[in-house]
């Protein structure tokens, strides 16, 4: 293997380890993206004025 595989193994490896041991951590990285995720498309949602409209109940006039 080349040097720089076995340290990006290495830096997995630890980094599962940190996970394992500490469960807040890993709610945590699970959590934080969902919660942007959240955030995001209520302000697109807002900033866009999307609205929900089930197709082929309005027609369009071209």
């Given at each position: 293997?080349?040097?720089w595989?076995?340290?990006?193994r ?15 951590r890993?709610i945590?990285?699970l ?15 807002a900033?866009?004025g ?6 082929y ?6």
């Open positions: 293997m080349t040097g595989l076995i340290a990006m290495a830096i997995i490896w630890r980094e599962g380890l940190r996970f394992v041991h500490q469960r807040e890993f945590a990285a959590v934080r993206p969902l919660v942007w995720l959240l955030v995001f498309a209520v302000g697109f949602r900033a866009l999307l609205s929900i409209t089930p197709p109940q309005t027609y369009i006039t071209y």
